[in-house]
């Protein structure tokens, strides 16, 4: 048998598929992201139901670029596509690139592996798994109850490769061990050496039939050769970006973190291996080593079994039934990540009424519920909506009854842990639901007094706009005390008592000239018994903002004389205040500033913490 790289013949002068029309844009933002969510989504698809769980591993691998299976033939392909005289500069620019590649000694690969799944079956008659996911567009062939739907997540290696050029390889659970490779190559439409325009897919495979997969796989590449059943995928010209690992990391533990825990998944990211016993180490780190990995948050919620977490059942008809966990903590989230039966992480609800802090998990279960979940999905597996539903026995009514119940059910029972909580949350008039939304809406202060009698247990954090007016400096000694007391620009609201009219000749340098942080996110804990609090600000650019810190009473009324220290947590250093407000305090982009704050009392208060910015 012969084997080698074929572009099919355009035949009956079809039409010409440019470069573009595969998929494969659906998955380029982000690509990294999207190989972990489909390729780990697929391998679950594909469990032995005698095993325990599923094996994923991920490997990057340098290759001698002359061992790729007729890459002389794959070669020429790319220079005749880089030399077509009608085509798009980024398209250009693509094979070019690509004949670089293969024309370098050796090319950067990843491996990706499943162990504990049946293989792709259907590889000796070419048909079932194995001709969806190599052979078929936009098709998927997958019972109920499975991750997929759309059939294009197979698209997303394909998005990490320079080339749009990968090998698949299988070895199946069947009695008889089937095994089989083949290429696949999406390009784009162009002449072949017969001068007959061709598709823009193309396939290693048996040039006899022109569909038999490369069976003689112990004369291949040493990557493909395994003993046990799975799957392997191996991605040629890898895109590489700095810190991928972490990446790669983070999104495992993102979306999947469910599965890990229920012991049903475990994933293997070069050397380190991530499952049930590795996760909450795991976690920790890259909330350390990110900030703004949220991922950490929704783990504690799912996980923790102290009386904080709250939790419901909830039946939806004679579907299934949904899971719900609720943290209540101090974090900012005031999301609940939603996902189905299988553990990916889908969507996050948000935008909840003002009240408690917390953080959620909501998990779907029932064979009915996550068909039609499944059902309701993009492409890209992030959203619930009956615009997407296809097919499956259910009315589109019924599906967009069934989703507008979902969250009924989760906001309903955030508004009683609201109402529970009431006794010692009260929310400030206005402030609306400030944490856990993509708003930007800058808010004012507001003028507010304090009762000191007032012993409620939340903390409030506002992001307002910054006026500008005088600046001042912080001068203060090695001790951390102040040698001298500058002079603070004011608040908003004395600002505004300002004459319009004033010689800018006599003004002094203004805060408005410097370049103001602009604050992403804010994350606050109290030790109330001491008295003190940390304010953790993460800030997305460089610059300076200040902070309004203030305790709130029952009715409302705010008072700051009950503040001692403001301290730099990073330099120990004090930070000047005067009535709750502190000077210009400098932010670095995507670096977390922690302000420890000091009371003079240890009330269980609620603290409002104002962040001016422009």
């Given at each position: 048998m012969r084997y080698g790289w074929r572009f099919p013949v355009n035949s009956e002068n079809g039409e010409k598929e440019a470069f573009n029309s595969h998929g494969i844009e659906h998955f380029q933002k982000n690509s990294y992201s999207h190989l972990v969510r489909e390729t780990i989504q697929n391998s679950l698809d594909a469990k032995d139901e005698d095993k325990d769980k599923v094996v994923v591993e991920y490997k990057p691998r340098i290759i001698k670029t002359n061992d790729i299976p007729d890459v002389e033939n794959l070669r020429r392909v790319f220079e005749t596509c880089a030399n077509e005289k009608v085509m798009q500069d980024k398209a250009r620019s693509f094979f070019r690139n690509g004949l670089d590649i293969l024309s370098a000694d050796k090319i950067n690969t990843m491996l990706i592996s499943d162990y504990n799944t049946t293989g792709l079956l259907g590889v000796e008659t070419n048909s079932d798994n194995w001709r969806d996911l190599t052979s078929t567009d936009g098709g998927s062939y997958k019972p109920d109850g499975s991750g997929g739907s759309f059939g294009i997540g197979k698209n997303a290696p394909f998005a990490l490769s320079h080339l749009h050029t990968i090998f698949y390889s299988t070895l199946t659970s069947e009695i008889n061990e089937n095994r089989g490779m083949m290429g696949v190559s999406k390009l784009s439409s162009h002449m072949n050496s017969n001068k007959e325009e061709t598709r823009g897919v193309g396939y290693y495979r048996n040039l006899n039939d022109n569909k038999s997969p490369f069976k003689d796989l112990e004369n291949t590449l040493s990557l493909f050769q395994r003993s046990k059943p799975g799957t392997d995928i191996l991605i040629l010209g890898v895109r590489e970006i700095d810190n991928w690992k972490d990446t790669m990391v983070k999104e495992v533990l993102q979306n999947y973190f469910i599965t890990i825990l229920n012991k049903k998944l475990e994933v293997m990211i070069d050397d380190i291996k991530i499952n049930d016993k590795t996760i909450a180490k795991l976690m920790k780190e890259m909330q350390e080593k990110d900030p703004k990995f949220s991922g950490a948050d929704y783990y504690e919620a799912y996980n923790n079994q102290s009386e904080n977490c709250r939790r419901k059942k909830a039946e939806?008809?004679?579907?299934?039934?949904?899971?719900?966990?609720?943290?209540?903590?101090?974090?900012?989230?005031?999301?609940?990540?939603?996902?189905?039966?299988?553990?990916?992480?889908?969507?996050?609800?948000?935008?909840?009424?003002?009240?408690?802090?917390?953080?959620?998990?909501?998990?779907?279960?029932?064979?009915?519920?996550?068909?039609?979940?499944?059902?309701?999905?993009?492409?890209?597996?992030?959203?619930?909506?009956?615009?997407?539903?296809?097919?499956?026995?259910?009315?589109?009514?019924?599906?967009?009854?069934?989703?507008?119940?979902?969250?009924?059910?989760?906001?309903?029972?955030?508004?009683?842990?609201?109402?529970?909580?009431?006794?010692?949350?009260?929310?400030?008039?206005?402030?609306?639901?400030?944490?856990?939304?993509?708003?930007?809406?800058?808010?004012?202060?507001?003028?507010?007094?304090?009762?000191?009698?007032?012993?409620?247990?939340?903390?409030?954090?506002?992001?307002?706009?910054?006026?500008?007016?005088?600046?001042?400096?912080?001068?203060?000694?090695?001790?951390?005390?102040?040698?001298?007391?500058?002079?603070?620009?004011?608040?908003?609201?004395?600002?505004?008592?300002?004459?319009?009219?004033?010689?800018?000749?006599?003004?002094?340098?203004?805060?408005?000239?410097?370049?103001?942080?602009?604050?992403?996110?804010?994350?606050?804990?109290?030790?109330?018994?001491?008295?003190?609090?940390?304010?953790?600000?993460?800030?997305?650019?460089?610059?300076?903002?200040?902070?309004?810190?203030?305790?709130?009473?029952?009715n409302n009324r705010k008072y700051s004389h009950a503040i001692t220290n403001i301290i730099d947590s990073e330099t120990g250093q004090a930070i000047y205040f005067e009535k709750g407000v502190t000077e210009d305090i400098k932010f670095r982009a995507d670096k977390m500033k922690e302000v420890e704050i000091q009371m003079e009392n240890n009330y269980l208060s609620r603290l409002e913490v104002i962040v001016h910015e422009n």
């Open positions: 939806i008809g004679d579907l299934g039934h949904l899971e719900i966990s609720i943290f209540l903590d101090n974090s900012p989230n005031r999301k609940v990540l939603m996902a189905r039966d299988q553990g990916m992480t889908v969507k996050y609800l948000s935008h909840f009424p003002a009240g408690i802090y917390f953080t959620g998990v909501m998990t779907a279960k029932g064979k009915k519920l996550n068909e039609l979940l499944r059902l309701s999905e993009p492409p890209t597996h992030d959203d619930w909506n009956v615009d997407y539903y296809r097919g499956g026995e259910f009315k589109k009514a019924k599906v967009k009854k069934v989703i507008k119940k979902i969250n009924k059910i989760i906001r309903d029972f955030v508004s009683e842990l609201n109402k529970e909580n009431e006794k010692d949350s009260i929310d400030i008039e206005g402030v609306g639901d400030l944490l856990g939304t993509d708003s930007e809406e800058k808010l004012k202060t507001t003028d507010v007094e304090m009762d000191e009698n007032y012993t409620g247990n939340i903390v409030e954090v506002k992001i307002a706009e910054r006026k500008s007016g005088k600046s001042f400096r912080r001068i203060v000694n090695r001790k951390g005390t102040h040698t001298k007391k500058p002079k603070i620009h004011p608040l908003p609201r004395e600002s505004k008592r300002k004459k319009k009219k004033q010689d800018s000749s006599k003004k002094t340098r203004s805060t408005s000239k410097k370049r103001q942080a602009k604050i992403e996110r804010i994350r606050t804990l109290g030790d109330f018994s001491k008295g003190s609090y940390k304010v953790k600000i993460f800030p997305s650019t460089n610059g300076v903002a200040r902070l309004s810190i203030n305790q709130i009473g029952e």
